[in-house]
């Protein structure tokens, strides 16, 4: 099923029932895991061997990237230059009273560690300065600061999504990243990897630390070692997993996903392997320290009683002390609310998994239970601590909001299309990932049998589409082209219908405002539909909006409005009411009511399909990047 715009040089997709609007605005991409820069500003200490055997240190415990200066002008001067990254920087006590004035504020700059003996400075003082750490008598000592703090800059990381406690069909508060991350999951769990897996993991790897020796010794043992049964000792124990496995999840960057897919799988059944072998029946409560932004936690304070959910595998602790610690922490960084979560867990619940990983852990007194991704929590209750500190408690449950779970299984039958790795594609077209579907799609059709057909030409019109969401309209029908060539198909094939072909050529001749052969080939696929028996209401109801979005362009307003009035007849009794597609028609059916001057109507229309969007696409989908 796919639709065309009127509004926009939009290009459906279509294939079998997935459907996808192509917007020409670029999509904003996600913004990029920063590493961690470790500057040694070091105008004090003259012995090179010293230096170095601490340098070897600080690199090695914290798989940061390392830096040294002698020159304080010069350090400066590299700093100002750093964008990606985040700095944390080591200063003498001399050095440290000289430039905090001038450079705490720069914003690349996240903390500040000052090397020496307190007699030599005044503590005091260093109070005054927010991003300080501490004084700190020997390197070791920073050492270990460093692995909390940047561990507390990941934890402030984690992103949340939430569902309204509201059952009003008209909240728009319906929080779509909570659906394409929990279809997302599913996907990448119903998939099977094989050694390839793991080696092109690893190939990206030497790629992204080049630079960086001491991970490259982890990721060398990495290649050696792994196995499935070692995933949590992995995770917990090596930035270089943690950090790109819980970024690439909150922020749903698809390649980093599919890339890690593997390891991701395997971590969440070690989780669920643990989870069922021991049901932790003492556990009754754990806790998570962490900062919030404060339009998140405003968020989270209107929605009390609803659910919410981490996008990322969750670290807790039965340790309530740990918790404050990580809370009361975050609460004196700018722009942050410090949130202790209260977690209430019945260990008898079979589902979601979560396990005690204290054998496994890096901090064995920290008592961690970690929880697999897309954990749905109920919020329970929401309580002010203290200024910059509040409680939240949650409760562990299985429940789904109805209108949410419609619309997910909904979508989840339409992106199911034979393979784990085809429906993978879809999802991430659905999503507006179109590179990231492109290369799986790339992939498969390298994998399969010329004489597979009908995979063969469900990959060609996807690809296809891609080209024709990117304007490359001559390469789009290269891939139509394809399709075409390999008719007559072989006995066994007689199922197989062309007219998502002629739609597709279609829409490309509408992109290139060729609107008359667009309209000729829209007609064919009409008469194709309304012909054949087995054709699905929704697929038809696709064809009438196209053809009325032609008719529209041609000034055929009359024709037109009657083929959107019969599409929205089948749409509005077919598809869930927060369907993305409604929201397409809806929009269509607004701009043919303003171009003929029923402005008030149009502006109904327009507000519902900004309703529907709102509910059903992922925030960072191009659709809503112009809203």
Known sequence: MALTSIETDSAPIILGNVSVNFENTPMSPHKKLKKWIVVWLNTTLNRQQEIDEYSSELQYSNQTSIQLFSDSDKCADFVLNVYDENVCLILSTTDSETLLPVIHDWPQLKFFYILGEIKNLNVSWTKTWKKVKGLFANINLICDQLKQDIRQSEYDLASISIVSPSTSGENNELDSSFMYSQLLKDTILNMHYDAKAKEEFIDYLRKQYADNS??????????????????????????????????????????????????????????????????????????????????????????KGGLLSFNNFLSTSVNEQVSQLFASSSADAEGLVGIKFRIEIEPSMSSPPFTTIKQASQFPDEEEILFSMHTVFRVSDIEQIDNKMWQVKLTLTNESDERLKQVTEYIRLEIENGSADKSLGSLLLRMGKFDSAKKIYEKILQSISNDDYRTQIDLLNMLGLIELSKCNYDAALVFYQKILNLWPLPSGYSDLNFDFVYSNIAMIYKSMENYVQAEEFFRIVIESREASSSCKPTDLGAAYSNFAVINNLLGRHTIAGKYFEKSLEIFECYLPSAHPDLSMLYNNIGMINHAIGERAIALQYFEKALKVQEKSLPHTHPALATQ
């Open 214 to 303: 001491s991970t490259l010794i982890s990721v060398n043992k990495f290649e050696q070692n792994y196995c499935p049964q070692s995933s949590i000792l992995w995770f917990t124990r090596e930035p270089f997993i943690y950090e790109k496995v819980n970024h690439a999840l909150r922020t749903q960057d698809s390649d980093i996903i599919v890339l890690m897919g593997f390891f991701i799988h395997d971590l969440h059944y070690e989780i669920k392997r643990l989870h069922d072998q021991n049901q932790l029946s003492q556990v009754k409560f754990v806790y998570r320290g962490q900062g919030l932004s404060e339009s998140d936690f405003e968020r989270l304070k209107r929605n």
